[in-house]
């Protein structure tokens, strides 16, 4: 079984994960949990770090620490995982949905203003499958309305928009490492900043928020969250981050066999990377085009008869039962893809023969 993408653990994890449990040292407070803040930050080029038990509850954490709530609307691509945007109606707002670029799958910024309404306050970018947004028009419509930008890096860890690794060009960048993502922690989530006031506001509010007094008890003055996560996952972070670079490297190379072994197939569109981009191809994706052999469902049952895990693209959000009263923009490109796209086998120790295999089947 070659499956889609599974987690590539070979580091010091062992190593670290039984020193907590040897200091028993597991709880949601120790020397991991701050040193993985440290350098993931570090890592991202980010001002600071705040971890999380997840990545939606990053997304929710970000959305509370920028006050968005009831009555306000948040721009958000309708074809992303619905972890995007349930913590929009978490906080009580809206979700406005906006189409996607048929090239890169990612947020199109060019119909984003017209969906702006004197109730918006933020703008949700998709690095989806890896390819970065076009940030710097994002950032810069952003500013003209006075929007905050809330980046879903979930997805795109080790991805790079003109340099800048994504995640920290927004006024938030959250990233997620549940099992199938670039680096893992079981399950886990990190939201950054580059500014400071609001990094102190988040790890606030994910532990709470609570304040000391100096006799050791505490009392609260916020409404806060549990959103700790142990330090027996933030070991497992610090290692995975040690082979981070490589793991990058390693999924540039697949999308580069991929592309050698799939570059001449009729009616198979491939994944792109823009000039102003490094597109960490987190999960190999294709688009079944109306002249290949068969439709894009046939060639997953072929991929499922030979052993081969793959998936459809996500369903677009708007067409879910919660969300399809929600105001949204032309979703043309969006419904398209929806119906075309499949991600490849993409896990980090994927080997050129499986590779080779998953493009027999396209070939034919
Ligand atoms: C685009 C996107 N957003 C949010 C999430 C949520 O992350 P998690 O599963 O860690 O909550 C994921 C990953 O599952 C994702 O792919």
């Known amino acids: 079984m070659i499956p889609l993408c599974v987690a590539e653990i070979k580091g010091n994890e062992w190593k670290y994960i039984e020193e907590c449990l040897n200091n028993n040292a597991v709880g949601g407070i120790g020397s991991f949990v701050d040193r993985f803040e440290k350098d993931f930050k570090k890592f991202v080029g980010a001002n600071r770090g705040v971890v999380t038990p997840n990545g939606t509850s990053a997304l929710h954490l970000a959305l509370r620490v920028l006050g968005i709530k009831e009555g306000d609307e948040v721009i958000v691509p309708s074809l992303t995982y619905i972890a995007t945007v349930n913590p929009i109606k978490y906080v009580g707002a809206e979700p406005v949905f906006v189409d996607v670029c048929r090239d890169t799958f990612s947020m199109d910024v060019k119909k984003v203003e017209e969906l702006i309404t004197p109730r918006t306050k933020a703008i949700m970018p998709v690095h989806l499958y890896g390819h970065p947004v076009d940030m710097d028009s994002l950032m810069e419509l952003a500013s003209k309305y006075n929007l905050y930008v809330i980046e879903d890096a979930t997805e795109g860890l080790g991805s790079l928009y003109k340099g800048n690794s994504i995640g920290s060009i927004g006024h938030m960048g959250c990233f997620s490492f549940n099992a199938n993502k670039l680096m893992t922690t079981g399950g886990g989530g990190m939201l950054v900043t580059n500014d400071v006031e609001l990094g102190k506001k988040a790890k606030f509010l994910s532990t709470q928020a609570r304040v000391f ?6 009392s609260y003055t916020d ?33 580069k066999y991929y592309d050698e072994f799939l570059k001449d197939v009729n009616g198979i569109t491939l994944p792109v990377e823009k000039e102003w981009a490094k597109n960490v191809f987190w999960l190999y994706s294709i688009v079944v085009e109306d002249d ?27 067409e879910m039962i919660p969300y399809k009263n929600c105001r ?5 490109v969006t419904e398209e893809l929806g119906k075309r796209g499949i991600n490849l086998p993409s896990s980090v120790g994927l080997k050129k023969e499986e590779i080779e295999k998953v493009c027999e089947i396209i070939i034919g």
């Open 213 to 218: 007094h100096e006799n050791n008890g505490f």
């Open 223 to 255: 409404i806060g969250y549990n959103f700790r996560l142990p330090n027996i996952n933030a070991s497992m972070g610090c290692a995975q981050l040690e082979n981070l670079d490589e793991f990058i490297l390693k999924k540039r190379e697949h999308r």
């Open 328 to 332: 949204h923009g032309d979703l043309t």
């Open 292 to 318: 290949f052999r068969m439709s894009r469902d046939e060639l997953i049952k072929a991929f499922s008869e030979n052993d081969i895990e793959t998936r459809p693209f996500f369903e677009p959000v708007h």
